[in-house]
């Protein structure tokens, strides 16, 4: 049975997790969710990808917790290790990934979805968070770090040593997602979102993205360095040709993602 499987058109793919019991995960699993990543990212033709859920009222509650009960300490150790690895590559990928919530996102599902570049949440009656406290543990597979990068110290120390769940509108303050739609549009504002830019500068819109994901790691001056290097390839693109020609011409660019 797949667990997790991958649709793609029109320069965007649509990652569904339908895992059921809200969509929590054990290692079986989160290598579906690692080699769906793998497909999208190998794809040239794919600018664009939605991790989204099948499963009504979740989005995920992470980790399967009798999956971590049963397994030997040294194996969830890897296990983690292996989720680690398998969403970090989200952010080496040139494609923008979008997660999309509808239902609740808490623990390694909220991990997963801070992974990916920006986060759009349905406004509606569920909770976000991460309450790996509660279970005597921390979250391990980005939670503490990407939660601190997203809303800043005192905030992720907060949410993650109370275990305290935000709603959408309240995730949305924090900075933790970043739009919130009423629950009958978000599908339609998603995927809106998500051909506006297939129909950009794609290729300008991967570097972007590079620039400020893997900028945000260095000293000031080296990532400054590495914008201009990513700039110097633009400038040699055949999209900022037709961009300054549109520009100064006064029509809409035609880009080619080259």
Same mark, same amino acid.
């Not at 080699?35 to 497909?39: K, L």
């Not at 990928?93 to 239902?103: D, N, R, T, V, Y």
């Given at each position: 049975m797949e667990?997790? @499987?991958?649709k793609?058109?029109?320069?965007? &793919?649509?990652?569904?997790l339908?895992?059921g019991k809200?969509n &929590?995960y054990?290692?079986?699993?989160?290598?579906?969710?690692n080699?769906?990543?793998?497909?999208v990212?190998?794809?040239?033709?794919?600018?664009?990808?939605?991790?989204?859920s099948?499963?009504?009222k979740?989005?995920?509650?992470?980790?399967?917790?009798n999956?971590?009960?049963?397994?030997?300490?040294?194996?969830?150790?890897?296990?983690?290790l292996?989720?680690?690895e $398998?969403?970090?590559?989200?952010?080496r990928?040139?494609?923008?990934?979008?997660?999309?919530?509808?239902?609740h996102?808490?623990?390694?599902g909220?991990?997963?979805?801070?992974?990916?570049?920006? *986060?759009f949440?349905?406004?509606?009656?569920?909770?976000?968070g991460?309450?790996?406290?509660t279970l005597?543990? =921390?979250?391990?597979?980005?939670?503490?770090?990407?939660?601190?990068?997203?809303v800043?110290?005192?905030?992720?120390?907060?949410?993650?040593?109370?275990?305290? $769940?935000?709603?959408?509108?309240?995730? =949305?303050?924090?900075g933790l997602?970043?739009?919130?739609?009423?629950?009958?549009?978000?599908r339609?504002k $998603?995927?809106?979102?998500? *051909?506006? =830019?297939?129909?950009?500068? @794609?290729?300008?819109?991967?570097?972007i993205? =590079?620039?400020?994901?893997?900028?945000?790691?260095?000293p000031?001056?080296?990532?400054? *360095?590495?914008?201009?290097?990513l700039?110097?390839?633009?400038? *040699?693109?055949?999209?900022?040709?037709?961009?300054l020609?549109?520009?100064?011409e006064?029509?809409?660019?035609?880009?080619?993602?080259?």
């Open positions: 667990f997790v @499987t991958v793609k058109e029109n320069g965007v &793919a649509e990652i569904h339908h895992i809200g &929590a054990d290692f079986d699993v989160y290598r579906e969710i080699a769906a990543i793998d497909e990212r190998l794809d040239s033709s794919i600018h664009v990808a939605i991790l989204m099948d499963v009504p979740f989005f995920s509650v992470g980790a399967n917790v999956f971590l009960k049963s397994a030997d300490p040294k194996f969830k150790t890897q296990f983690c292996f989720c680690n $398998t969403l970090d590559k989200i952010a990928s040139p494609q923008i990934f979008i997660a999309m919530l509808e239902g996102t808490v623990g390694g909220l991990e997963m979805a801070m992974a990916c570049d920006l *986060r949440a349905a406004n509606d009656e569920y909770q976000i991460l309450p790996e406290v005597g543990v =921390l979250p391990g597979t980005g939670g503490t770090q990407r939660m601190l990068r997203l800043g110290y005192s905030k992720a120390l907060d949410l993650c040593i109370t275990g305290r $769940t935000l709603s959408p509108l309240e995730a =949305l303050d924090y997602v970043d739009k919130v739609y009423d629950a009958s549009e978000i339609e $998603t995927f809106e979102y998500a *051909r506006k =830019l297939v129909d950009s500068a @794609t290729y300008a819109v991967s570097n993205k =590079l620039s400020i994901m893997n900028g945000k790691e260095m000031l001056n080296a990532a400054i *360095r590495y914008e201009g290097e700039q110097n390839l633009l400038f *040699r693109s055949q999209d900022a040709k037709e961009g020609s549109a520009f100064l006064k029509r809409p660019a035609s880009f080619q993602g080259q």
